[in-house]
């Protein structure tokens, strides 16, 4: 069975930083492109970030310069580094693994900006 599991999601003041994790297993990790997403209440599920199996990354305007996605394919795991946090990133952060035709979404996680 395939799982991806998020963590490191919560409360955040404004201006402050979180690191959300998503360990993946019953996949080949390492030839997976894997991608960070979120939704906010009331929103579209949208992209925040990629990096592809070959290290490629994409970010989306809303977060450039503020987040880093990174991944460890020794640990099967994807990160999301989220520095300088607004209000507007509050949303749940969802977890994604594609390949080919195969597409695999986690829990998600929640994050909340908030003073």
Known sequence: ??????????????????????????????????????????????????????????????VKGRFTITRDNAKNTVYLQMNSLKPEDTAVYYCKAKFGFATYWGQGTQVTVSS
């Not at 069975?1 to 409360?11: A, R």
């Open 1 to 62: 069975q395939v799982q991806l599991v998020e963590s490191g999601g919560g409360l955040v003041q404004p201006g402050g930083s979180l690191r959300l994790s998503c360990a993946a297993s019953g996949i080949i990790f390492s030839v997976y492109d894997m991608g960070w997403y979120r939704q906010a209440p009331g929103k579209q599920r949208e992209l925040v970030a990629t990096i592809t199996s070959g290290d490629t990354i994409n970010y989306a305007d809303s």
